[in-house]
């Protein structure tokens, strides 16, 4: 059984990420949504909240399993038995920054892959931190995010 870990902070998670999901599954048997904090980046939802509107937005989907990330990602991925990590790539801006993490994990362990998977045009340039802007001066997130994200973050900015 072939699982892949798609890492990150899914502050909240976008259609973005969940195109990314699907598309995994075509490949992989398995895909575990790790749920990590950015030290770069201050979160607006709990972790709690942020698995439980993953797993709304992935109840379509078979053989998804949502976690949280303890510690460095490298040591979470071998304490699942896994090797492959999972990335999404949209424009070229994310590319060295992806291109250093995931040769760093290989560093770290020799095991590790790091599997890119190229978004649909749609959502190329779609982030969270966007989502999170366009929400908090209330305009309409709804073509990018599954609908129980677009009603939380209503929640967040009444
Ligand atoms: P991180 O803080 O780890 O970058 P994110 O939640 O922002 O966490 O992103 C997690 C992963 O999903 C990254 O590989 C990122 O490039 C990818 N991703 C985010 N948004 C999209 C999108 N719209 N299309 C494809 N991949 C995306």
Not at 8 to 14: A, E, N, Q, V, Y
């Amino acid at each position: 059984m072939k699982t892949a870990i798609y890492p990150g902070s899914f502050d909240p998670i976008t259609k973005g990420h969940v195109d990314v999901i699907e598309r995994a599954l075509k490949i992989f048997d398995k895909v575990i949504i790790a749920i990590g904090d950015n030290p770069e980046k201050k979160s607006l939802f709990s972790t709690e909240e942020r698995a439980d509107m993953i797993k709304e937005s992935t109840k379509h989907l078979k053989n998804v399993e949502v976690d949280k990330i303890e510690g460095l990602l490298s040591d979470y991925v071998k304490k699942k038995n896994c090797s492959i990590i999972l990335r999404g790539l949209r424009a070229i801006s994310d590319f060295e920054f992806e291109f250093q993490r995931a040769l760093m994990n290989r560093q770290l362990d020799s095991d590790i892959e790091t599997v890119f998977i190229m978004t649909k045009h749609n959502y190329v340039y779609l982030n969270s931190s966007v989502v999170k802007e366009i929400a908090m001066f209330k305009g309409s997130v709804k073509q990018f995010v599954p609908e129980i994200v677009e009603k939380k973050l209503k929640e967040k900015f009444i």
